[in-house]
T-cell receptor, first 113, second 114 residues
Framework: GESVGLHLPTLSVQEGDNSIINCAYSNSASDYFIWYKQESGKGPQFIIDIRSNMDKRQGQRVTVLLNKTVKHLSLQIAATQPGDSAVYFCAENMPTGFQKLVFGTGTRLLVSP | DARVTQTPRHKVTEMGQEVTMRCQPILGHNTVFWYRQTMMQGLELLAYFRNRAPLDDSGMPKDRFSAEMPDATLATLKIQPSEPRDSAVYFC????????????FGSGTQLSVL
């Protein structure tokens, strides 16, 4: 079946660098996307979302970009801090008539001081 | 801060025993989800409730798993009998369907079945 494709790589960056985490999705009908952050021993925490009628959305230090042509989603974190170290998941809302989020496998972000 | 509360945080049990996990969704939310997280499968949707009614439990093994919402402040996920392959972290999440699809997750129940 279709799924969000995010194989679990590890991204290592230095404090202060900008981080970019990528995600490929396969369902062209998905209309809503979310990035979640999961710290060790905790549940996923909402970071930012974007609807399919947009291609960019900015939050505090984070930006999500959506490229529907190639079905690609990215999360940019500016001035990455040690507290940003976590696993990041993208999730897409499957158009099934209710909130059915399909999660990718995650990317681990390691920020060195 | 309003948050989803899950109990217990950790559960160790023996194969064949019944396990009950509880979730208190955020007050006012009308949707509740149960997810299971493992290293191999990632986050899998098990069951979904809207206004306390079960709408989808296709991701749940029917022979041993059951999910209920006795009232708006409590959702339960039961496994009977439990098996070692059920070992995982179980998350509950809640949201407002009207406002969109953003879900708020609890801290999870880490289940180990020996």
């Amino acid at each position: 079946g279709e799924s969000v494709g995010l194989h679990l790589p590890t991204l290592s960056v230095q404090e202060g660098d900008n981080s970019i985490i990528n995600c490929a999705y396969s369902n062209s009908a998905s209309d809503y996307f979310i990035w979640y952050k999961q710290e060790s021993g905790k549940g996923p925490q909402f970071i930012i979302d974007i609807r399919s009628n947009m291609d960019k959305r900015q939050g505090q230090r984070v930006t999500v970009l959506l490229n529907k042509t190639v079905k690609h989603l990215s999360l940019q974190i500016a001035a990455t801090q040690p507290g940003d170290s976590a696993v990041y998941f993208c999730a897409e809302n499957m158009p099934t008539g209710f909130q059915k989020l399909v999660f990718g496998t995650g990317t681990r972000l390691l920020v060195s001081p | 801060d309003a948050r989803v509360t899950q109990t217990p945080r950790h559960k160790v049990t023996e194969m064949g025993q019944e396990v009950t996990m509880r979730c208190q969704p955020i007050l006012g939310h009308n949707t509740v989800f149960w997810y299971r997280q493992t290293m191999m499968q990632g986050l899998e949707l098990l069951a979904y409730f809207r206004n306390r009614a079960p709408l989808d439990d296709s991701g749940m093994p029917k022979d041993r798993f059951s999910a209920e919402m006795p009232d708006a402040t409590l959702a339960t996920l039961k496994i009977q009998p439990s098996e070692p392959r059920d070992s995982a972290v179980y998350f509950c999440a809640s949201g407002w369907e009207v406002s969109g699809e953003k879900l708020f997750f609890g801290s999870g129940t880490q289940l180990s079945v020996l």
